[in-house]
C-alpha cells in the first residue's frame, strides 16, 4: 500500500507527528495555524501549514480517516504526483476562501479532504447521474458539519470548488 499511495501515508503520518508535537508545544499552533492577518502580512507559509495542524484528537483521527479512506482510492487512480496537486491545491483554495472571507483562523485539512471528495463526487456524478442521491447521502454528514459552531466552513468552500472544477477538467480535457 505504501508505494501505491505515498502522499496519502506520508501526509498522514506528518499530520500525526505534527500533533503530538502541538501537544508538547502549543505555541506551534499559533506559529503556523492559517490566520488572516498573518497571510496579509506576508507569511505566505501558513496557507499550507494550517493544515498540518488539529485542534483535538478527534478532529485528527477524523480527518485522518477521511484522508486515508479517499486518499487509498484517489491516489492510484490519479498518480501520487496529479494527487498532491489536487491535495495542497485544495488546501490552497480553502485558505484563500478564509482569506476572501476574511475569517480570521483555521486548522485542519478539511479544505483539502473537501477537494479530494467533492472531485471524487463529480467523477460519480458524471459518470454515473442516478448516482446522486448515493452522493447526496454520503456527503450529508460532511455538509451538516459546517453548521457546527467554529468551523471553518469557507475552508470547506474553496476545497470543494477547486475539487469540482478538477473534476470537470479531468473529465474533459
Not at 21 to 29: A, H, N, V
Not at 49 to 56: E, M, V
Request: proline share 3%; glycine share 10%; charged share 10%.
Amino acid at each position: 500500500m505504501i508505494f501505491r499511495c505515498p502522499v496519502t501515508l506520508i501526509t498522514l503520518a506528518v499530520c500525526v507527528a505534527v500533533y503530538l508535537r502541538q501537544m508538547q508545544d502549543s505555541s506551534i499552533t499559533d506559529k503556523y495555524a492559517f490566520n488572516y492577518y498573518g497571510v496579509k502580512r506576508g507569511e505566505y507559509y501558513r496557507i499550507l501549514s494550517g493544515a498540518f495542524l488539529h485542534g483535538s484528537p478527534v478532529h485528527l483521527i477524523m480527518n485522518m480517516y477521511s484522508l486515508y479512506s479517499l486518499g487509498t482510492a484517489l491516489e492510484p487512480y490519479l498518480g501520487s504526483v496529479w494527487y498532491a496537486l489536487l491535495l495542497f491545491g485544495s488546501v490552497a483554495a480553502g485558505s484563500l476562501a478564509c482569506m476572501y472571507f476574511r475569517l480570521r483562523a483555521a486548522i485542519g485539512m478539511s479544505g483539502g479532504l473537501y477537494g479530494l471528495m467533492f472531485f471524487y463526487f463529480a467523477l460519480v456524478i458524471f459518470a454515473r447521474p442516478s448516482s446522486i442521491f448515493y452522493i447526496v447521502r454520503t456527503s450529508l454528514p460532511n455538509i451538516l458539519i459546517n453548521f457546527i459552531p467554529g468551523i471553518a466552513w469557507q475552508a470547506h468552500l474553496g476545497g470543494a470548488v477547486l475539487g469540482v472544477i478538477a473534476a470537470v477538467l479531468h473529465i474533459f480535457l
